[in-house]
């Protein structure tokens, strides 16, 4: 369905307002005119012939009036002709229109008649082709502005699809008016951005690829402190913080090499939601051990979505454990709505630095920066990242009492009940 605000129905409307305003603008001046020729051709014509007749009659003279002309006194004059007003007007007498000059004189009344007088066909002719042409007029000026509407912007739509295809080849390039001008500095724009992101996709992957090996080092030697039987227990519970953390290291690590590769070339199978906010809500209970805070997973309406499983491990899982390093006490929820994960704490809500990842016009002073950020906008950016590659809506609002409810909301034509 064509929008209604369409440039090129603007345009056609246009044409067809000024054709409209010229015809009735044409059409006064013609209304004028037809008047005006009128007065001159008829009533001036009743007019002489009366100021010719009415002396001879007083005088006792003959009357020989032009053809189609008559001129009747006083009883002569027939009866539905009687008690005019004085000037001309028309008269239909049997079916016949009749101009008519009612006049008097020192002798009494007269009226000077015009028998033949065609104007009122000539006029009526007249009046027919100008709203033939005024017709012709409209539907050409509606044909002419969309005719011009689509040569203008049907360019403009090529060049927006090709555009929002990521086409390598831009139309309109070789074109020297406006619109090349606009499609050669869309193409500079677009090589410059393929540029910057394929450039940060292969620092990504290059990043990724060069910290695998340090993090296998780090987990194979934890695990083989961890193996040895007679390992100090000081010494066995660092080496279980260093395999945890090079594990999370690891996954992150995984979670960065899916984002910089194509959404084509990543398998998506179908991964329930559920299950995966249930482990990692199991997984992050070691980070409220000990606490006086509550980590609980209330469950809600199952479903699965079409996309990388590591992704959504990541996605859900970073969102868990901030809520639960940065709730001091109360409790950390997550549940699942329609299509959508939340998880949701009672701690001091989100710093201003922080919720400009969700809204820049939230953005905060670079004190409060400094003062509130605290790493905790790392773990949510990369969560919006993922969100942004799944096609999904990382949504931030303040909770009823205190505290944080961060949102995953997914697409609904990836999801499946």
């Given at each position: 369905m064509r929008p209604p605000d369409s440039l090129r129905r603007r345009i056609a409307v246009a044409?067809?307002?000024?054709?409209?305003?010229?015809?009735?603008?044409?059409?006064?001046?013609?209304?004028?005119?037809?008047?005006?020729?009128?007065?001159?051709?008829?009533?001036?014509?009743?007019?002489?012939?009366?100021?010719?007749?009415?002396?001879?009659?007083?005088?006792?003279?003959?009357?020989?009036?032009?053809?189609?002309?008559?001129?009747?006194?006083?009883?002569?004059?027939?009866?539905?002709?009687?008690?005019?007003?004085?000037?001309?007007g028309e008269v239909h007498v049997d079916g016949i229109g009749l101009h008519v000059l009612a006049g008097k004189d020192d002798a009494g009344n007269y009226v000077v008649v015009d028998h033949e007088s065609d104007y009122e066909k000539i006029e009526l002719v007249v009046y027919s082709m100008f709203g033939v042409g005024f017709i012709g007029i409209m539907l050409?000026?509606?044909?002419?502005?969309?005719?011009?509407?689509?040569?203008?912007?049907?360019?403009?739509?090529?060049?927006?699809?090709?555009?929002?295809?990521?086409?390598?080849?831009?139309?309109?390039?070789?074109?020297?008016?406006?619109?090349?001008?606009?499609a050669r500095a869309f193409a500079a724009h677009t090589s410059e951005l393929r540029t910057y992101l394929e450039r940060e996709r292969l620092f990504t992957g290059d990043v990724s690829h060069e910290l695998r090996t340090p993090l296998t080092v780090i987990t194979g030697a934890a695990e083989i402190i961890l193996a040895?039987?007679?390992?100090?227990?000081?010494?066995?519970?660092?080496?279980?913080?260093?395999?945890?953390?090079?594990?999370?290291?690891?996954?992150?690590?995984?979670?960065?090499?899916?984002?910089a590769r194509s959404r084509d070339r990543i398998a998506h199978p179908v991964t329930s939601v559920d299950q995966i906010a249930r482990a990692e809500t199991e997984r992050a209970q070691s980070l409220v051990a000990g606490t006086p805070v509550a980590l609980r997973f209330l469950g809600g309406p199952a479903f699965a979505i079409a996309?990388?499983?590591?992704?959504?491990?990541?996605?859900?899982?970073n969102l868990i454990r901030n809520a639960c390093q940065y709730t001091a006490q109360g409790?950390?929820?997550?549940?699942?709505?329609?299509?959508?994960?939340?998880?949701?704490?009672?701690?001091?809500?989100?710093?201003?630095?922080?919720?400009?990842?969700?809204?820049?016009?939230?953005?905060?002073?670079?004190?409060?920066?400094?003062?509130?950020?605290?790493?905790?906008?790392?773990?949510?950016?990369?969560?919006?990242?993922?969100?942004?590659?799944?096609?999904?809506?990382?949504?931030?609002?303040?909770?009823?009492?205190?505290?944080?409810?961060?949102?995953?909301?997914?697409?609904?034509?990836?999801?499946?009940?």
């Open positions: 044409y067809l307002l000024f054709a409209l305003g010229s015809s009735l603008f044409l059409a006064a001046i013609a209304i004028v005119a037809v008047e005006g020729i009128e007065v001159h051709l008829v009533d001036n014509r009743l007019a002489e012939a009366a100021a010719w007749a009415a002396p001879r009659h007083a005088g006792g003279l003959p009357v020989a009036m032009p053809a189609g002309l008559s001129f009747h006194h006083g009883n002569a004059i027939p009866p539905p002709l009687r008690n005019l007003p004085e000037g001309v050409f000026s509606l044909f002419l502005g969309g005719f011009i509407g689509r040569r203008f912007v049907t360019p403009i739509t090529t060049l927006a699809a090709a555009v929002r295809e990521s086409s390598t080849e831009l139309p309109l390039l070789e074109r020297s008016d406006e619109l090349g001008v606009l040895q039987p007679d390992a100090n227990p000081a010494t066995a519970a660092a080496a279980e913080r260093i395999l945890r953390a090079a594990n999370e290291a690891s996954a992150c690590v995984n979670v960065l090499l899916t984002l996309a990388p499983p590591e992704l959504l491990v990541a996605a859900v899982g409790e950390v929820a997550v549940r699942l709505g329609a299509e959508s994960v939340l998880v949701e704490d009672t701690g001091p809500g989100l710093p201003l630095a922080v919720r400009a990842i969700f809204d820049p016009a939230q953005g905060a002073a670079p004190a409060a920066v400094a003062k509130g950020s605290a790493g905790a906008g790392l773990g949510l950016a990369l969560v919006r990242r993922i969100c942004e590659y799944l096609g999904a809506t990382l949504v931030y609002s303040e909770r009823v009492g205190g505290g944080s409810i961060l949102e995953i909301r997914f697409n609904p034509a990836l999801t499946k009940s």
